[in-house]
């Protein structure tokens, strides 16, 4: 069975910068792809970021462009989301998935869900 357990979050002030990990376990075939996707209270979950395990090709969602990098170590089965000069609005839980082969950036391409982890940005 698939496990995937985010770590990382908690409390940052605005400008400040979080790492996320997700590691991944159980799986006895490399998946296509890792995504990250947040959700904030009352507002339905969205796309962050994805990177193709095997090939490295990142993909990155609004929220994520210019300021949000994402990786992967294959040797740890863990994927990174690296989130700088973090703002009030990406406030939220922040959610690892494996899949994407028919679609990298909705919810619907994921298969494997961890239970997320929660970021707050505030002052």
């Known amino acids: 069975q698939v496990q995937l357990v985010e770590s990382g979050g908690g409390l940052v002030q605005p400008g400040g910068s979080l790492s996320l990990s997700c590691d991944v376990s159980?799986?006895?075939?490399?998946?296509?792809?890792m995504g990250w996707f947040r959700q904030a209270p009352g507002k339905e979950r969205e796309f962050v970021a994805a990177i193709v395990w095997s090939g490295g090709d990142l993909w990155y969602g609004d929220p994520a462009k210019g300021r949000f990098t994402v990786a992967r170590d294959l040797a740890k089965n863990t994927g990174y989301l690296q989130m700088n000069r973090l703002k009030p609005d990406d406030t939220a839980v922040y959610y690892c998935?494996?899949?994407?082969?028919?679609?990298?950036?909705?919810?619907?391409?994921?298969?494997?869900w961890g239970q997320g982890t929660q970021v707050t940005v505030s002052s």
């Open positions: 159980g799986h006895t075939f490399s998946p296509y792809a």
């Open positions: 998935a494996l899949g994407g082969l028919r679609s990298l950036t909705k919810i619907s391409g994921y298969s494997d």
